[in-house]
Nanobody, 119 residues
Framework: QVQLVESGGGLVQPGGSLRLSCVASGGIFSTYAMGWYRQTSGDQRELVATITRSSSTNYADSVKGRFTISRDNTANTVYLQMNSLKPEDTAVYYC?????????????WGQGTQVTVSS
């Protein structure tokens, strides 16, 4: 069983930056594909960024050029650096872990961290 704990959310002004962290425990972190998703109330959870175990990355079009996902396998941690934040980035951000050779129904999720972009 994998546990994921996110941190780093908060209130930031438009144009500002935040860095989210997600610490994983209970599994072999280096073998997992990791990702960040976000959800606003009433909407479906949407993909923000993913990073494979070989550190290939993928981003939603809405965050390309502004957000960067990275991982530190020695610290069992995945990060999301968010720059040039916009009000529409306001959401609860969730960390995701997918075991190797597994589909979405085997995903693990964190509890979420709130990001609010407002002046």
């Amino acid at each position: 069983q994998v546990q994921l704990v996110e941190s780093g959310g908060g209130l930031v002004q438009p144009g500002g930056s935040l860095r989210l962290s997600c610490v994983a425990s209970g599994g072999i972190f280096s073998t997992y594909a990791m990702g960040w998703y976000r959800q606003t109330s009433g909407d479906q959870r949407e993909l923000v960024a993913t990073i494979t175990r070989s550190s290939s990355t993928n981003y939603a079009d809405s965050v390309k050029g502004r957000f960067t996902i990275s991982r530190d396998n020695t610290a069992n941690t995945v990060y999301l650096q968010m720059n040039s934040l916009k009000p529409e980035d306001t959401a609860v951000y969730y960390c995701n872990a997918r075991p190797p050779n597994a589909g979405p129904r085997f995903d693990y999720w964190g509890q979420g961290t709130q990001v609010t972009v407002s002046s």
